[in-house]
């Protein structure tokens, strides 16, 4: 696959736990870096970078923000459960604002973080595949669910194409028996975030995202024009994980794909 730079990418939440890893692994990929978040980032920018502080509610910050980029990666926002309130400014109107920034400067390529969360209330029994119905498990699923409809939306309206890639559990290791069939090694996430860049003709393509592991709930036939084929596994860490103690048989995350995520809150 051919992977000229890009003049400049855009990479949101880049303060986060994953905007930490793809920071480092995205310098290959464009000539200029632009970093994003509205917590504090270290260090500083560096060669081929700017960071930007933005909050994502800001309608004319995000324009500003998106302005002279080539392809967004959309990784900003609240990344666990919260209230419906501290999920509405970032992750919601945040995915809008992105959008119309998109629209408005002639960006035709995002990559969005999108959730396994989306389909949480799944049984880890059953195998779905991009086409099932979603059933978010969280205010932090819906809001993911609202970025996929967005995306589908600026595509079918504007011709803006999107990979909306729906994370499992991207960490150095898994850290429970959940993640045995939901980790996504940092190595797959890179190569996935580059099929999603530099594949042509993707519309709006929603994948999910997770690593050759022997357990395996998502069926990714429907993203299989991106070539993405993981590399890594959880196996070799099953002995250390199986070691732990195992929760009650009816412990969400031991039902359900979503884990712990069915059953947090209510948030008075």
Known sequence: MTTT???RLLLTGAAGGLGKVLRERLKGYAEVLRLSDIAPMAPAAGPHEEVVTCDLADKAAVHALVEGVDAILHFGGVS???SFEDILGP???GVFHIYEAARQHGVKRIIFASSNHVIGFYRQDEQIDAHALRRPDSYYGLSKSYGEDMASFYFDRYGIETVSIRIGSSFPEPQNR????????YDDLTQLIERSLYTADVGHTVVYGASANLTQWWDNRY????GFAPKDSSERFRPA???QPA???DDPSM???GGAFVAAGPFN
């Open 5 to 7: 730079p890009f003049n």
């Open 80 to 82: 666990t459960e919260h």
């Open 91 to 93: 992750n919601i109107c």
């Open 178 to 185: 959940r993640m045995l069939a939901s980790w996504l090694s």
């Open 223 to 226: 993203a299989a024009h991106l």
């Open 241 to 243: 994980v199986e070691a």
């Open 247 to 249: 929760p009650a048989a």
């Open 255 to 257: 039902v359900y794909q």
